[in-house]
């Protein structure tokens, strides 16, 4: 163990470190290598390849819930509700993968979920995982799915992916997890309106929060109207209908219910092969999505484009070029070479 903490102080492990520390859930070394997935720098990518592929045959095993919500919802206090019912009352583990919204002026994000989460912040079998969003849409950041992946290989049975929010692109979530849950609250005029149709047709549930201090009956008013709404949507693929239910994340009612619901959808899509065919799909997309952004790297870090990229934006804030044309100049430069 000594050899492998003076590693860690002097910031550099070997693969093997790495995937040993991980497959026996070594905390320190799990969060370390997901800095190293996140790392955005060249030296670090072989290194993050190496231990990734070496995981791979130990992941996929774990119930993997994505979760978003309108403002004010109270996502990381369910959060916080939902992992003490799967610790304490399933025996089960849990890792959160928390997402906080990056300034676009400064780029910093303040990564205080662990400080919302005060009960399972604590718990030895729940992990925590902080990150940016980084201007990433969807609320979702950058290697969040290779972050799951190292958290199933240790061991962890549950992966939360708690998103920035509702917001441009919640496919982003949708296309990483097995369930999919949006968290409403109930009281604030046309419950309806603050969020997108695009967002109820993707949703494996609707769960309407602070059903309690005497707001029951407004969340009961809530439930029933989303449910109305979901009645109009066309059936899934999946054969699944989203069913509403109201909960308190402050006094934990209806949690261990929503969890039924998750295990049961989960059952569902085991029995009708949906659950195998839909992560096929998601790693197909997956692999598409870095394919674009490794394209995108390799085009901003060309000599060419790099000399060549302030001139014709200039040209472009003073309205002498169209927008079209210098992006067709400069993608038959970059294609040419």
């Keep these: 163990m000594a050899p492998i903490l003076n590693s860690v102080r002097r910031g550099r492990l070997a693969p093997q470190q790495y995937i040993d520390g991980i497959l026996r859930a070594d905390r320190t070394l799990l969060a370390r290598a997901i800095t190293l997935v996140e790392s955005d720098l060249p030296a670090d990518a072989d290194l993050s390849a190496a231990v990734l592929d070496a995981i791979m045959p130990h992941s996929g095993n774990a119930r993997r819930v994505g979760i978003s919500g309108t403002p004010g919802a109270g996502k990381s206090t369910f959060i916080d509700c939902l992992g003490m019912h799967l610790i304490r009352d399933r025996a089960e583990s849990v890792a959160v993968l928390s997402v906080d919204p990056s300034s676009p002026f400064s780029g910093g994000s303040i990564l205080g979920d662990k400080t919302r989460m005060d009960k399972l912040s604590v718990e030895d079998k729940a992990f925590i995982r902080p990150s940016p969003a980084r201007g990433r849409l969807g609320g979702v950041a950058r290697r969040t799915r290779e972050t799951m992946l190292l958290c199933e290989a240790a061991g962890y049975q549950n992966i939360i992916v ?42 494996d549930a609707l769960a309407i929060n602070k059903a309690d201090s005497g707001n029951e009956a407004r969340a009961e008013r809530a439930r029933v109207e989303y449910k109305s709404a979901l009645h109009l949507f066309p059936a899934t693929p999946d054969g699944w209908s989203p069913p509403v239910v109201a909960i308190s994340a402050l006094t934990g009612k209806g949690i261990p219910e929503l969890w039924e619901i998750v295990l049961k959808h989960r059952a569902q899509l085991d029995a009708n092969g949906y659950l195998a065919e839909r992560r096929r799909q998601q790693a197909r997309s997956w692999m598409h999505e870095l394919i674009f952004e490794g394209l995108e790297d390799l085009f901003r870090l060309d000599p060419t484009v790099a000399s060549l990229l302030p001139a014709l934006e200039l040209a472009v804030q003073n309205g002498s070029v169209a927008p079209s044309v210098a992006a067709r100049r400069i993608l038959s430069i970059f294609r040419s070479k």
């Design 162 to 203: 708690e998103t920035v929010g509702v917001g441009q692109s919640e496919t982003t979530v949708r296309a990483m997890t097995d369930f999919f849950l949006l968290l409403a609250i109930s009281g604030g005029g046309d419950e309806l309106q603050g969020i997108k149709r695009g967002i109820l047709e993707m949703i």
